[in-house]
């Protein structure tokens, strides 16, 4: 794993290691791996003489081989993620800004009263920048991740309406939090997302953004623009 963050950092001159960019590979890594099958059984060598363990050539090259495929599919993956780790957080900064206009356009009143206690949303940041890969058991987020990559128009903010679905679905919890109490608001966060299923959010994303796109058709076709 280490190998191919370090790979990644020298050819991507614009980005350097940054916390989360292991979660995105993990998935990869043991979904792609397994498929490059068991390794191969290193000769013994007459009278036992051989080194017990020792990786055979065509085990190292199976090795360089599944690593390459690994690489190239984390790759092509942060070109659609990497916004979300860069230095400044300038991407994160624009996804959050998103998913505030989504949530005033969808539920005014929880809106605002979020606000109250976090203006700019941070209690979300996990959800957005991870793609809730560290609220869903590891099978629950590759399910997810397909789902989102999957999806041949929007699948990029899809994410986003899951976590407008997901806030929406606790709407009297959150509402019923102290305003102004960031604490009381991260806390209650962090309960939902740890108790929240896979087959939830995909089905809380595709409803919200048919709802907010018929909304949004009603309004006079306005868009809001990741």
Not at 116 to 128: K, N, P
């Amino acid at each position: 794993m280490a190998d191919i963050l370090n790979v990644y950092a020298t050819h991507n001159g614009g980005l350097r290691y940054c916390q989360g960019m292991a979660d995105v590979l993990a998935p990869l890594l043991v979904s792609i791996a397994p498929a490059a099958g068991p390794p191969a059984a290193s000769p013994s060598g007459g009278g036992g003489g051989g080194v017990r363990g020792a990786p055979s050539p065509a085990d190292a090259d199976s090795v360089t081989r599944t690593a390459a495929v690994v690489y190239a599919a984390y790759t092509h993956l942060m070109r659609r993620l990497s916004a979300n780790f860069r230095v400044d957080q300038s991407g994160l900064a624009s996804q959050l800004t998103l998913l505030r206009r989504l949530l005033a356009l969808s539920d005014p009143p929880l809106a605002a009263h979020l606000a109250a206690s976090d203006e700019e949303l941070h209690v979300c940041f996990r959800w957005v920048m991870l793609q809730f890969k560290r609220e869903l058991p590891f099978a629950a987020t590759c399910r997810l991740w397909e789902v989102l990559w999957a999806r041949p128009e929007g699948g990029e903010r899809l994410h986003l309406y899951a976590a407008v679905g997901l806030l929406r679905a606790h709407r009297g919890g959150l509402l019923a939090l102290p305003r102004g109490r960031f604490d009381c608001l991260l806390r209650f966060i962090n309960d939902v997302g740890g108790r929240v299923g896979v087959d939830f959010l995909i089905g809380a994303a595709e409803a919200e953004a048919s709802r907010l796109a018929a909304v949004l058709r009603e309004q006079g076709g306005r868009r809001y623009e990741g």
